[in-house]
């Protein structure tokens, strides 16, 4: 695969950590269009504090990077919130994954979690989601689940991917849950750091931001 790298558009990118595993759930705004990546929980909160910000701007998408309950608990609120007019977005090879992750987080950590309902469209590589002037281009990053994607775009303030939980600060994603495969993941690692100029912000699930030139240098898994 090869990424567009010419700069297009503007993005303003906002972040609320949420949830009982703190996710961090991201509101990428260009113009008066909005995409939302990861909601992670009380979906009709940040529906409607999203709203209050910026009443004047449309959410047209709700994007998961992954189907791990903790990355699609708020995609039914915000589905309800915001009216059938707005696209739920899932990779293909994780359909099958959700029900599991949500019985396994009620299991494991007590917490019930409400079903997105199905995805209106299943993404693949390959895969593009226009906000704004902004082009969001979708590559699979298999690893932590067997349908991990990155969300990447190249803009006129920088280039920015929503990486999940495929890379983290020095590290990687778990690979020890349903369909978490090692060797898959350090290959997506691979991948990421040939596709992804060394100035892209990486924006991750959880924690802090990185960048693909300190992971080079720094990460082991690298």
């Known amino acids: 695969m090869k990424l567009d790298l010419d700069p297009r558009g503007h993005v303003q990118i906002e972040n609320a950590v949420n949830g009982p595993i703190e996710t961090n759930t991201y509101f990428v705004i260009s113009g008066d269009e909005a995409v939302v990546i990861d909601p992670a ?7 409607a504090s999203f709203a209050g910000r910026h009443p004047d701007t449309t959410i047209k998408a709700i994007v998961c990077t992954h189907g791990h309950a903790d990355h699609t608990c708020g995609v039914a609120g915000m589905r309800q919130a915001l009216g059938t007019g707005v696209r739920f977005l899932l990779p293909a090879a994780d359909a099958g994954i959700v029900a599991g992750s949500i019985a396994h987080q009620k ?12 995805a ?7 895969a593009t989601v226009a906000v704004g002037d902004v082009v969001l281009q979708v590559f699979a990053v298999p690893g932590h689940t067997p349908g991990g994607i990155v969300l990447f775009a190249a803009t006129e303030d920088g280039n920015i991917a929503f990486v999940g939980d495929t890379l983290f ?22 991948k990421m750091a ?3 100029p060394p100035d892209t912000l990486c924006l991750t699930g959880h924690g802090a931001a990185t960048t693909i030139a ?7 898994f690298f």
């Open 41 to 47: 929980w009380e979906g009709e909160k940040l529906a």
């Open 107 to 118: 299991a494991v950590w007590g917490i019930d979690a409400p079903d997105p309902g199905a």
């Open 120 to 126: 209106d469209e299943l993404i693949e590589e390959g």
């Open 169 to 190: 600060p020095g590290s990687h994603g778990r690979t020890d849950l349903e369909g978490g495969d090692e060797r898959a993941i350090i290959a997506s690692l691979a």
């Open 194 to 196: 040939t596709l992804l």
């Open 214 to 220: 300190d992971e080079i240098e720094h990460n082991p």
